[in-house]
């Protein structure tokens, strides 16, 4: 029964780890650029939701396997099922939906992966189960060894992406900070770039409240700006300074070749390194 016990708690720990810690930074080293807090703050909330994973399943399971042990068995290979599809999901068989900037999303498009997608899932659900049939004393045995093995794959690719996917250094700077926000004591002149906010949503919110409308009495309205690419990094430079980007050089490179010697540069900078 202990043996059965440190098994289990074994499995719980790789789908915490996976849910909780290997999910999750895999995202954010893979979209890093579009984040703007540093990896060493979000592993430590990725931490603590493993951690808070890890003991409401103990907890489940340890109730379970004292009061219910046919319950907890059957738990305990759900757990491994989850375990296996979430892995499956995230790494083999995730779909690209397009920049995600607020527009819809044309579902039709994805009812065949939609239907693939669940079909995956019932035999990730079904696997330990069907092994259990066969294998009787020995499943969860094999189950946790199985646990331990993708927990390790999902590792491996953690550093894999990590060493190889460029992480931008979060160096603290802010548009608070002084010098940034001194002006001149003569004339001013003060852009306004509103991020992923789209015309057509600020000219009904104008017409509809006139209020809002008067605070921007002296300003010039450009509804027409527009940018070649959908991310913040590669239009800005493209906006503020007419210099697009075709891939003809290192991205950091090109950054710093674009702002050298610009008036826009403190800004830029701070903007584009978060």
């Given amino acids: 029964m202990m043996l059965f016990n440190v098994i289990s708690y074994g499995i719980e720990a790789c789908l915490a780890l996976t849910i909780g810690l290997f999910i999750p930074l895999n995202i954010y080293i893979i979209n890093n ?11 430590f909330l990725f931490i603590l939701v493993s951690f808070v994973c890890f003991i409401v399943l103990f907890i ?13 068995a059957i738990f305990k290979l759900l757990i491994f099922g989850l375990m296996l599809g979430f892995f499956i999901q995230t790494y083999f068989i995730n779909p690209d939906y397009g920049v995600l900037d607020g527009r819809n999303i044309n579902w039709d498009d994805y009812i065949n992966y939609g239907i693939i ?45 990590y060493y190889n996917i460029d ?19 003569n004339k001013n002149i003060i ?23 008067a605070d921007f009495c002296d300003f010039v309205y450009y509804p027409d700006t527009t940018s070649m690419y959908p991310y913040t990094q590669y239009a800005l430079p493209l906006i503020l300074l007419g210099k697009p980007y075709y891939n003809q050089m290192p991205w950091k490179e090109y950054i710093s070749s674009s702002w050298k010697d610009n008036s826009f540069y403190n800004v830029g900078s701070v903007i584009i390194r978060g």
């Fill in 33 to 43: 650029s579009e984040i703007n807090f540093s990896i060493a703050s979000a592993l």
């Fill in 60 to 72: 489940i399971s340890f109730i379970l396997n004292k009061f219910f042990p046919r319950a907890a």
């Fill in 117 to 161: 997608n669940t079909i995956i899932w019932i035999c990730c659900l079904l696997i330990p189960f069907i092994l259990s049939y066969f294998l009787k004393q020995e499943k969860f045995i094999l189950l946790r060894n199985a646990a331990i093995i993708i927990a390790f794959c999902q590792c491996l690719q953690v550093a894999y992406n």
């Fill in 167 to 185: 992480i931008d250094e979060r160096s603290g700077y802010a548009l608070s900070e002084d010098p940034l926000l001194d002006v001149s004591e």
């Fill in 191 to 213: 852009v306004f770039i509103l991020d992923t906010f789209q015309t057509d949503y600020f000219s009904d919110i104008v017409k509809k409240y006139p209020k809002v409308a």
